[in-house]
């Protein structure tokens, strides 16, 4: 299996949905957003050891290859809170 869909497998897994106009994984229920560049950049063992990190607040988690703009981190939460 290759890289890409070893790492899509394991985001199905973990009930992770792409969004394709943000090009972003989500889990709604432990509230953490993987951009597909970050997972594309990352290897298997990294996003595993990411998707099962705790998130210790009650916000979402942004993974991204450079930092989150509030902006965008607004629009984003925007989209997911419909």
Do not use: C
Not at 43 to 48: D, F, M, N, Q
């Amino acid at each position: 299996m290759n890289a890409s869909l070893e790492k899509k497998k394991i985001l199905e897994t973990e009930n992770y949905s792409y969004h394709f106009d943000r090009a972003i994984y989500i889990n709604r229920e432990s509230k953490k957003i993987f951009s597909f560049e970050y997972i594309e950049d990352n290897s298997s063992a990294v996003l595993k050891q990411d998707i099962l990190e705790e998130n210790e607040n009650d916000d979402w988690k942004f993974y991204f290859n450079s930092p989150v703009s509030e902006s965008v981190k607004n629009e984003i939460k925007g989209i997911l809170a419909r």
